[in-house]
């Protein structure tokens, strides 16, 4: 309309400055579309977070950042993301304007609220630009993820007993800091001060008349092992309490495995713990399990599949029992 506006005041007042501008009206879309077109062909587009994990109640940036090298600037631009805890999936799809300055790293960043744990995951699925007159407008597809594990808060427990238990009260002996004791006796030896009572050999004491403690033989056989439920319902505080437990177990210094169940693939995977990093690798792995609505679908495939002879710590959501092979302890 603007263009025919133009052509006919030409022929109606005759003015040399209206064919000018004419002219360009006629070649400022044509340079718009080319220096778009540069513009986009030197694009580098990442995204990134600062942290590699973050607890519940933090907040958290994830980083969008795209490298336009051409000389020209781009206004009109839209990332199309999506943003979601995979425990809790939302398919909504989020909008984000920004320019792209030319000859530079362009970054923006994103601040989520962190309220329950889980997989954080942040997806850009497209790049959304248009030229400086909104002439052409073009989608660049993309698929860049981002996922943060957001770990659950800490919380007090109450551990069961985690020692083996012989047969008679005169076998029983608890978890030493570098590993489970064996039921074999290494040597009998005086009493000192400071020996657990549970190591008094009370029958060969009593025969000599003084107190004898009982040296056991360690072993480097794991036999505890904590084993979580994947409840939708409750998957909130079994996360809890899984890293709650784990936390304090290697406060004692205790040497235990965790054992995943993947409802779907019907597998077990096992996970040695010995310092606070492999707590969070195995979070991280327990967070990628799919959810399911049972309460004992994983107690019941560990003992049916004939897992490892060991103490299990049960988890299912706020819910920690001990059990030796299918009876529960404590």
Same mark, same amino acid.
């Given at each position: 309309?603007?263009?025919?506006?133009?052509?006919?005041?030409?022929?109606?007042?005759?003015?040399?400055?209206?064919?000018?501008?004419?002219?360009?009206?006629?070649?400022?879309?044509?340079?718009?579309?080319?220096?778009?077109?540069?513009?986009?062909?030197?694009?580098?587009?990442?995204?990134?977070?600062?942290?590699?994990?973050?607890?519940?109640? +933090?907040?958290?940036?994830?980083?969008?950042?795209?490298?336009?090298?051409?000389?020209?600037?781009? @206004?009109?631009?839209? %990332?199309? =993301?999506?943003?979601?805890?995979?425990?809790?999936?939302?398919?909504? #799809?989020? /909008?984000?304007?920004?320019?792209?300055?030319?000859?530079?790293? +362009?970054?923006?960043?994103?601040?989520?609220?962190?309220? $329950?744990?889980?997989?954080?995951?942040?997806?850009?699925?497209?790049? #959304?630009?248009?030229?400086?007159?909104?002439?052409?407008?073009?989608?660049?597809?993309?698929?860049?993820?981002?996922?943060?594990?957001?770990?659950?808060?800490?919380? *007090?427990?109450?551990?069961?007993?985690?020692?083996?238990? $012989?047969?008679?009260?005169?076998?029983?002996? *608890?978890?030493?800091?570098?590993?489970?004791?064996?039921?074999?006796?290494?040597?009998?030896?005086? %009493?000192?001060?400071?020996?657990?009572? #549970?190591?008094?050999?009370? /029958?060969?004491?009593?025969?000599?008349?003084?107190?004898?403690?009982?040296?056991?033989?360690?072993? &480097?056989?794991?036999?505890?092992?904590?084993?979580?439920?994947?409840?939708?319902? &409750?998957?909130?505080?079994?996360?809890?309490?899984?890293?709650?437990?784990?936390?304090?177990?290697?406060?004692?210094?205790?040497?235990?495995?965790?054992?995943?169940?993947?409802? &779907?693939?019907?597998?077990?995977?096992?996970?040695?713990? &010995?310092?606070?990093?492999?707590?969070?690798?195995?979070?991280?792995? @327990?967070?990628?399990?799919?959810?399911?609505?049972?309460?004992?679908?994983?107690?019941?495939? %560990? =003992?049916?599949?004939? #897992?490892?002879?060991?103490?299990?710590?049960?988890?299912?959501?706020?819910?920690?029992?001990?059990?030796?092979?299918?009876?529960?302890?404590?």
């Amino acid at each position: 309309m603007g263009i025919f506006l133009v052509w006919a005041c030409i022929v109606i007042f005759q003015q040399p400055f209206l064919l000018m501008f004419l002219f360009l009206m006629l070649i400022l879309p044509a340079l718009s579309v080319w220096f778009f077109h540069l513009a986009v062909s030197n694009l580098k587009i990442n995204a990134y977070s600062k942290v590699p994990a973050v607890e519940t109640g +933090n907040n958290v940036g994830i980083f969008v950042e795209c490298e336009n090298k051409s000389f020209f600037p781009l @206004f009109h631009c839209e %990332y199309v =993301f999506t943003l979601q805890n995979l425990y809790k999936p939302n398919p909504i #799809q989020h /909008k984000l304007s920004t320019p792209l300055l030319p000859r530079r790293n +362009n970054r923006v960043e994103i601040p989520v609220e962190t309220a $329950a744990s889980g997989m954080l995951s942040l997806e850009i699925t497209s790049l #959304q630009i248009s030229d400086y007159l909104y002439f052409l407008t073009k989608e660049i597809p993309l698929s860049i993820k981002v996922q943060i594990p957001i770990l659950p808060s800490l919380t *007090e427990v109450i551990l069961p007993s985690t020692a083996p238990v $012989a047969d008679g009260m005169e076998e029983f002996t *608890e978890s030493d800091n570098k590993g489970n004791l064996s039921s074999d006796i290494k040597e009998i030896r005086e %009493y000192r001060p400071g020996d657990r009572l #549970q190591r008094i050999h009370w /029958k060969l004491s009593a025969k000599l008349d003084e107190l004898l403690v009982k040296e056991m033989a360690h072993t &480097t056989i794991l036999s505890l092992i904590i084993l979580p439920e994947c409840n939708r319902e &409750t998957i909130e505080d079994t996360s809890r309490m899984l890293r709650s437990v784990m936390t304090e177990l290697l406060k004692r210094e205790e040497r235990f495995e965790v054992c995943l169940y993947h409802h &779907t693939a019907c597998e077990f995977s096992y996970f040695l713990i &010995t310092d606070e990093f492999e707590i969070t690798e195995c979070l991280i792995h @327990f967070f990628y399990l799919p959810l399911y609505d049972g309460t004992n679908e994983a107690k019941e495939a %560990y =003992f049916a599949s004939s #897992q490892k002879a060991a103490t299990i710590l049960h988890i299912c959501g706020t819910d920690l029992k001990r059990l030796d092979s299918e009876n529960i302890i404590g």
